[in-house]
């Protein structure tokens, strides 16, 4: 029998309140692996824009975890067998679905960790708490979307999966933007499965419309704001830059397991080799990425300490976006021109430009479609319904950054 | 003319929009010492328990300007006299009242920094951005309470100063603390000027009820909330253990400005003397204490490896509370079972266990008063009103931390 | 097996969603008796101070059943059996709790139906209903405290119900008073039962001291509002106008079964003979009342026109409070001035003048005690707590209304 | 001078608060034509799907005032003059633009008062009360676009107005459909003036994409419903029903003013010749016609009573929706069925069928383009901006509505 104090809520101004409902999810919760997820942000550097946005993905799994409880009890209630032990599973695969991301993932997932995905490290991590913890080799079944019925693995990644319902939510909720906010109590309660497939009952048809049109939105105005993409390419440049010279044998201050990953790069076959890596990866978070940046802005290097201080000060770069690539020329050009204007030596404007690409598809119809299902059971894939859908085009902006200080229009 | 790209418009979840009304604001607000403020947690290590209080100062800080600008606007629609440049410097003022703030403020001031007030260093911060921006000079005299319209101090530090009004309700906010949300709208609707006396019209005497009631609920839901108080007693054990082997020069891994502080106790003169006190002070934030606390985790001093594990893996100290002071004695007993326990050497349980004392007085009509006006001027102090107030006495609480570790039963 | 249409969600932009879980609650809900509840208001003549509280008996009937079917989980998580047949029983009496209200409550009760009470009425019609609905009787005896489980009864009806937990958050969203929401979830959460009696557990001391003072915030700022008893003492007066009119003979405007009413007054005696009585009650809602006062703003006798001029125009008495009560004399002074000043006979005074007493007691140990719940099983009476609470006195205050084209000053 | 009680505050739920910051708003508001407004439902019927949706015209009007407000200090700020006269009466048009509705606006549109429109009576109440009000001249040269700075009469009657702002705001909020948020705060933060035409900030590209969206979903889910379109159709039957008893002679229960438009049909010339009339329409409201409903339950004209009873208890039209036109062929079988299974008389299956056409056009580049702003002052029509926007289709719904007790199945 669990032990009282195991079952626990926790207050959260997004839903209200979570609970934690059994003895394994709160044992997994309180693992190094899962507690070290309170020390990355959902969304790397959007607070610079938005300054709310510092949630973290500790908040996100718990919220996602919540969620799954939700619509596995709607699910069941429209007559869906599901036994116990693949509840538990599918809450514990959401519950750790995020186990694998670094702090800023994107940046770090460019540079320092370019060797593996983190869907790999995720898996690596599912993989040893496996040994640990019962229930986990089903979670890791669904995870990898090996388990027949079908449906938990779309509840765990798929067009609209736990994780979706609860980031975006979330991420509309701390960063204020409003326009971006999904219903996404009313669309769990529009889920059901038929043939162990995740589908929508047809009356939930606008509420997926709506879910499409807001999560444009948080990709325009959230993920892909301008400032936010300029931010993170000076992260990238600020790594790369660090990453160059800690390969050169430059003395560099950062902490002792981050400057593991900084001074070389690590395949997947090295992390199955050898599983001090992955328990190295496990202590990396925001803290030891941006203090080694902060310390940086006082490096000899100056380039690194350039770079390094436009981010801790919020001198960003400025970017400028196009409908059409970017020219390779173009970019050599302005990569001389920037040298010029900053009195670099050449090859160095590379550090201080960035070029690139945003792009979001928000709805394919044949590689991930959404099916709604008629009381009669039929089942109509969603832009067949005949309503305005945001269009299946992959909507792309290429872009350049570069320094503020630069006396430069487009 | 201010150039147009410096009136911003800030998304903030709280107040829906905040707007950087005039140039001086805006230049503040890009300068270092400001932009630190956002690696400063607002509540600290509060967000172990409420997951999303991961909210900054530098958020804080512009909500209360946001604030302070509808206060005078309410003040001046009722008839009281604000020149420009008095609102000027109350939005400076309160914009820079936090400026003097380090990371886990009440844990470095016990510690580290505890020869210098957080009050004092933004006094000094002040008097330096004085030399750079004008309008500052009246923000510092209202910020020290010397200038004699009396209300604008008020309104930065005093019964219901917008610090308050803003952090009450942003703390609710993140903290999904929902009870704890004060009417900060409402009572600004109600403030008043009478002789330079800020005051609260008649009728807002149930919102200023209600204010109280529910900032206590705020103590002792949240900042006084004994997990809460248990953490921050084991950081301040970290720092205090940290100093001690700094002290007598063990090797320590430390950001470059931390350690400057770890190593050596600095006064107010100090400070006066030295300006890059002042710089280096400015340096450090969140990340440095806690990515130097995660490098501590394999530390060779058992005790600091043990007591930063505690913390980073989040397994807190236990807490046991009392209404009635904890005795000497009791704790020295304490202190030997728990050096017995843990095997130990004598002196060392020190280490392992804190003690402390939580206490809130919620108004306090002889040193703080606040009064009320009914439409013929006449004043009227709150408790005189003879409705209930949250009683005006001292609420304490006394604790005592240890490991959970422990077998320990009370 | 219930046909599926009979399982519903309803939008609530309280709680979200409110799903009705079973066919019994279906088809009370369809019941003429419950749909009249959508005629009549909730909080009466209170949207003439706040314009948005216009939500009715229905849609707090519906949100008090949600609430009971959380509560009723979350005591049952806790160790406590509670039967199917409880459970839809307690849900029954919640939804019918409001049944005999009719409209604007406090004014009919005062005039027009004073010889019966609500709650005798929602007796009389759940008695009529057990011969049609299955599972009534057990709601029934609950209803009536007569089932020996007690908790089932508090839940009901008690310190903290489900009705009080409903409509004291409902008023607080729909009129935007925001001060007095209180934080009915949490406190759902903290409910136990033990030995058949509902208490709290311990750790929600603080929910239970904020519900109080929230609820104090509620009584004077919305329910006991001067503006709305004004508003209702110029209703009162009109009906009793009305009434007198009617015993007269005179012919008078109104809707049948309203008419019926107005011309005669009924006891529960009355009721239980004739079992018209109650269909024609049951007919009766805000429209007969609100019409017909209309319609008098054109009638002939010059007091009956005048008074509803006042009110469909909104030409409101003025209020005059005191903590003191108002002497006979002093009254009888008063209808005199305004018989004067109003060119009014002797005697008519009366219907342009109007008193009342609004008094709250929002705790008190001794008649209604709530009982705190340690981890051990030990039980103290919530003040034995030594916290500060809203005082345990009955607060009073006397008031004196009359026409605002009165030229008197208080 | 105004007397200081003309400046108010009203408690919103929406907007938090509303001030009414001049007298001459405050004196209209106090007007019985605007009182009135307190009586008709922003929403008609639709509470019976919604049960929040009770508010009111009167307090949207308050809120579409609060808006133009803050539009007018946006505008203002970015450098477009405009004069306190043009404020005032941009307020007051605004405040009054409603005023011509009434009850069950559709509905009546539709039957007893369909030879005059709502803005004929609207500007046939404006031109009354500007013999009364100074500022009103304007404000009706506002409201007919005869003013030739445009954008006022933009923000009154426009793609982007203060009506939209705040109906589709408060229409969400009090229905819970919280998909249909529209992100009203922001879109005026936006709003800018060229040429005194009314634009948008490109920047604001994507706050009215999601305000598009936003308010096709309102559409579909609230306004168009197929449940609020049954219960409409109802009502008009009723009506209709109504209106032929009476123009027979029959007697019939109903409020004096209401019965005037139930008896006689009026043109705009009806209204011009006699004055009175448009005192009777401004004495009618949801009151009177739904109390004349109730008093019709027990009508012995069985066609009235049997749709009266569906009304009344609910028990509302069933509904079939087609996106082809529905043939009258198929019309007339569908009416003789009805007749031959309710027992009816040739030719009375029309009460009980009834047929219609919901159909939006969420916008139309055409006939009511929206332009953006860029920096430079070039001006783009929103479709040419590349961006989704829901199609610039006609989206059209056919039905038909027929007696729930009926058998016949689609």
Sequence with gaps: MPSPNKKKIINDPVWGFIAIKNEECFDLIEHPYFQRLRRIKQLGLTHLVYP?????RFHHSLGAMHLMGQALEVIKAKGTHISEEESLAACLAILLHDLGHGPFSHALETTIVSGVSHEELTDLFLAELSHEFKGLELALRMFRDEYPRQFFSSLIAGQLDMDRLDYLRRDSFFTGVSEGQVGSERLIKMLNVQDDTLVVDEKGLLSVEHFLSARRIMYWQVYLHKTVLAAESLLINILRRAQYLAAQGAQLFATPHFFRFLRKQYSLADFLDDPTLLHSFARIDDFDVFSSIKAWTEHEDRILSSLSRYLVDRKLFRIYQSRQPIEKEFIDNFSHAVEHQLGLRPGEGQWFVATGTASTNIYDSKNAPIFLREASGRLTELSLKGNPLPPEI??????????????INF
């Design 52 to 56: 709310g946005a510092l949630h973290t």
């Design 394 to 407: 992959v909507e792309t902006r290429y872009y350049i950054c570069y320094p503020r200080e630069l006396d």
